[in-house]
Nanobody, 123 residues
Framework: QVQLVESGGGSVQAGGSLRLSCAAS???????MGWFRHAPGKEREAVAR????????YYSDSVKGRFTITRDNAKNMLYLQMNSLKPKDTGMYYC?????????????????WGPGTQVAVSS
């Protein structure tokens, strides 16, 4: 079973940046990985996903152009660079590993989840 641990969350003012990291206990190099966020009162949202090789990435419309997902398969690491942060980006951010190689749109594809890291953006 893959264990995931996120880090890098914190409090930042609007317009600032944060870089989230996710360390995997074992190789997830042959699976799609993604970042999700859950804000109070809202459903969990898929923020970004990245395929095995890192060449194909997918973003929600709300973060496109501001967030960048990358992965380092040699280090079993996943990253999310978040720029131009807005108060609506506030929430708990989770990294997750899919059961599939190809990134699908269904959150049910993602079977391993980290405990999350909190991001708070103030105006």
């Amino acid at each position: 079973q893959v264990q995931l641990v996120e880090s890098g969350g914190g409090s930042v003012q609007a317009g600032g940046s944060l870089r989230l990291s996710c360390a995997a206990s074992e190789s997830s190099t042959n699976r799609c990985m993604g970042w999700f966020r859950h804000a109070p009162g809202k459903e969990r949202e898929a923020v970004a996903r990245i395929d095995v090789g890192g060449s194909n990435t997918y973003y929600s419309d709300s973060v496109k152009g501001r967030f960048t997902i990358t992965r380092d398969n040699a280090k079993n690491m996943l990253y999310l660079q978040m720029n131009s942060l807005k108060p609506k980006d506030t929430g708990m951010y989770y990294c997750a590993t899919s059961r599939f190689v190809v990134c699908g749109a269904d959150q049910a594809d993602f079977v391993y989840w980290g405990p999350g890291t909190q991001v708070a953006v103030s105006s």
